[in-house]
């Protein structure tokens, strides 16, 4: 059931970021990216990943989404111009991607422990309690420093909108 | 009932369990999905989608070495990843947004003052 599972949702994220790079008009790749995030959410739950599941929904799939959707509807984007010849970079970028992918499969198929395998219900310490206890506990430095990178971020955001810039 | 059901469904060879190595090859293939789709696209906001693919796919490594090690480490490393990709599309889009006003134009080849 575990296997069935993965093996289903891991196909839809495959295919969704396929489209993603398939598509030419940014409304349809956003829309392909939400499904990658919504499959890999659910692989996060088989994880034992609660809080992370719920988090890539409400604020990768949610809000950083909406907020990219939300660009391309007001700079009213269009579907990409074909051109003539594809650039070197895309000739070049094929073979060197499949030659980095075979190149990790091997080593993962290689060097990864063969543990007992990932099964539902195997790791529980990824509920908000323990999530919430570390990261207030061994991780509050890192934790208070990213609240003000958020700071420095919505004030760069505020700044960059301006209408002089 | 599946003994009632006519035709025997054959058991399909499934491990019990899922190999780790599963979650790892996919987070690999969705990665290199991210930087073909960084170099192949050249609208900006697509290019900038990829790149938040490509940090979802590092996301995917940090939970599944989470459960491996039996730790909430990775979890919180794959939250930390997250709130900078929040921030990372705030002030990115607020870029996209600036580059459009100036330039009119949201294809990458042609923002290119600053090639020689």
Redesign the interface.
Same mark, same amino acid.
């Given at each position: 059931m575990?296997?069935?599972l993965?093996?289903t949702f891991?196909t839809i994220?495959?295919a969704c970021?396929?489209n993603?790079?398939l598509?030419?008009h940014?409304i349809a790749?956003?829309l392909s990216?939400v499904g990658?995030?919504g499959s890999?959410a659910v692989?996060?739950l088989?994880?034992?990943?609660e809080?992370?599941a719920a988090?890539?929904v409400i604020?990768?799939a949610g809000?950083?989404m909406v907020?990219?959707v939300f660009? @391309?509807m007001?700079?009213n984007?269009a579907a990409?111009?074909k051109?003539k010849k594809p650039?070197l970079?895309?000739v070049v970028?094929?073979p060197l991607?499949f030659t980095?992918?075979m190149l990790?499969?091997y080593l @993962?198929?290689t060097q990864?422990?063969?543990?007992?395998?990932?099964?539902f219900g195997?790791?529980s310490?990824?509920s908000p309690a323990?999530?919430g206890r570390?990261?207030f506990t061994?991780?509050i430095l890192?934790f208070e420093i990213?609240s003000v990178?958020?700071l420095?971020?919505?004030l760069?955001?505020?700044v960059?909108?301006r209408k002089e810039? | 009932m599946p003994s009632e059901f006519p035709i025997p469904i054959p058991p399909l060879p499934l491990p019990e369990a899922v190999p780790l190595a599963w979650y790892l090859i996919l987070s690999a293939i969705l990665f290199s999905l991210g930087v073909a789709g960084f170099l192949f696209r050249r609208n900006i906001i697509t290019v900038f989608m990829s790149i938040e693919l490509m940090l979802n796919a590092v996301n995917l490594t940090f939970v599944a070495f989470s459960y491996h090690l039996k730790s909430v480490d990775g979890h919180i490393f794959s939250f930390f990843v997250m709130v900078i990709a929040a921030a990372e599309a705030a002030v990115g889009l607020a870029i996209i947004l600036t580059v459009f006003r100036n330039r009119q134009t949201l294809e990458i080849d042609e923002v290119s003052s600053l090639k020689l």
């Amino acid at each position: 059931m575990d296997a069935l599972l993965f093996l289903t949702f891991a196909t839809i994220a495959v295919a969704c970021a396929i489209n993603l790079v398939l598509q030419t008009h940014p409304i349809a790749s956003a829309l392909s990216l939400v499904g990658v995030m919504g499959s890999l959410a659910v692989l996060y739950l088989l994880l034992g990943g609660e809080f992370i599941a719920a988090v890539q929904v409400i604020v990768y799939a949610g809000a950083i989404m909406v907020l990219f959707v939300f660009v @391309i509807m007001l700079l009213n984007a269009a579907a990409e111009k074909k051109t003539k010849k594809p650039a070197l970079r895309a000739v070049v970028a094929v073979p060197l991607l499949f030659t980095f992918l075979m190149l990790v499969a091997y080593l @993962i198929q290689t060097q990864v422990p063969k543990g007992p395998g990932v099964q539902f219900g195997g790791f529980s310490g990824g509920s908000p309690a323990d999530i919430g206890r570390a990261l207030f506990t061994t991780y509050i430095l890192p934790f208070e420093i990213t609240s003000v990178v958020i700071l420095i971020a919505i004030l760069g955001a505020v700044v960059l909108a301006r209408k002089e810039v | 009932m599946p003994s009632e059901f006519p035709i025997p469904i054959p058991p399909l060879p499934l491990p019990e369990a899922v190999p780790l190595a599963w979650y790892l090859i996919l987070s690999a293939i969705l990665f290199s999905l991210g930087v073909a789709g960084f170099l192949f696209r050249r609208n900006i906001i697509t290019v900038f989608m990829s790149i938040e693919l490509m940090l979802n796919a590092v996301n995917l490594t940090f939970v599944a070495f989470s459960y491996h090690l039996k730790s909430v480490d990775g979890h919180i490393f794959s939250f930390f990843v997250m709130v900078i990709a929040a921030a990372e599309a705030a002030v990115g889009l607020a870029i996209i947004l600036t580059v459009f006003r100036n330039r009119q134009t949201l294809e990458i080849d042609e923002v290119s003052s600053l090639k020689l």
